[in-house]
């Protein structure tokens, strides 16, 4: 059973920065190097978006809202994807979420809070 475990949400004040984490395990037959992953953020009231998306060949692509200030990067020997967030506004509050694709196969993580305040 695939698992993904965000860490490093919390408060911070606007223009500050925060590091996520998502560790994952218990893949079988493709491993994590394979999947593409990917952050994406609900705020209260709104859909689930994508922020950014690394492929297994290490290309990166962002949503035009974190563009230069956000960077996703994965170690595979940690089997763990990260997102740099630097330049925090309040509009980046939300809940994060790791994400991990390959084919058919899809997982999600449980998330992790961030919020932007003064």
């Known amino acids: 059973q695939v698992q993904l475990v965000e860490s490093g949400g919390g408060l911070v004040q606007p223009g500050g920065t925060l590091r996520l984490s998502c560790a994952a395990s218990?893949?079988?037959?493709?491993?994590?190097?394979?999947?593409?992953m990917s952050w994406h953020r609900q705020a209260p009231g709104n859909q689930r978006e994508l922020v950014a998306v690394i492929s297994a060949g290490y290309s990166a692509n962002y949503a035009d809202s974190v563009k230069g200030r956000f960077t996703i990067s994965r170690d595979n020997n940690k089997n763990t994807v990260y997102l740099q967030m630097n330049t925090l506004k309040p509009e980046d509050t939300a809940v994060y979420y790791c994400?991990?694709?390959?084919?058919?196969?899809?997982?999600w993580g449980q998330g992790t809070q961030v919020t932007v305040s003064s």
């Open positions: 218990g893949f079988t037959g493709f491993t994590f190097s394979t999947y593409a």
């Open positions: 994400h991990a694709n390959l084919l058919s196969y899809a997982y």
